[in-house]
């Protein structure tokens, strides 16, 4: 089975961070963008962050460009997202999706959260001000 499964969400306050973790099974990275998308109550999904296998470059949302950091080990098959300087309108939860896509860009952070090969269980991420 093709599996992602999240973890590392939790409650901070404004400016603190967290780290989110997305472990693959049942594949590999090869091939994948993989990202993270996230739904706050009320509002519709958004991608956040995505690493593009096809230019091994990352792509933000402007809402969290120079805050959040997508990194991927390919060795331990886990993509990360290092979330720093949190505000409450970050308080969300958040889904890895893995999209296989042979050509990188912005288009990824749209693509994700409605088209998909693999999606994986939220994390809940609170900021409390």
Same mark, same amino acid.
């Given at each position: 089975?093709?599996?992602?499964?999240?973890?590392?969400?939790?409650?901070?306050? $404004?400016?603190?961070?967290?780290?989110?973790?997305?472990?693959?099974?049942?594949?590999?990275?090869?091939?994948?963008?993989?990202?993270?998308?996230?739904?706050?109550?009320?509002?519709?999904?958004?991608?956040?962050?995505?690493?593009?296998?096809?230019?091994?470059? $990352?792509?933000?949302?402007?809402?969290?460009?120079?805050?959040?950091?997508?990194?991927?080990?390919?060795?331990?098959? $886990?993509?990360?997202?290092?979330?720093?300087?949190?505000?409450?309108?970050? $308080?969300?939860?958040?889904?890895?999706?893995?999209?296989?896509?042979?050509?990188?860009?912005?288009?990824?952070?749209?693509?994700?959260?409605?088209?998909?090969?693999?999606?994986?269980?939220?994390?809940?991420?609170?900021?409390?001000?």
């Amino acid at each position: 089975d093709v599996q992602l499964q999240a973890s590392g969400g939790g409650l901070v306050q $404004t400016g603190e961070s967290l780290r989110l973790s997305c472990a693959a099974s049942g594949f590999s990275f090869d091939g994948y963008a993989t990202g993270w998308v996230r739904q706050a109550p009320g509002k519709e999904r958004e991608g956040v962050a995505c690493f593009s296998d096809a230019d091994y470059s $990352t792509y933000y949302a402007d809402s969290v460009k120079g805050r959040f950091t997508i990194f991927r080990d390919n060795a331990k098959n $886990t993509v990360y997202l290092q979330m720093n300087n949190l505000k409450p309108e970050d $308080t969300a939860v958040y889904y890895c999706a893995a999209l296989r896509a042979r050509v990188g860009g912005l288009w990824l952070l749209r693509a994700l959260p409605y088209e998909h090969d693999a999606w994986g269980r939220g994390a809940q991420v609170t900021v409390s001000s």
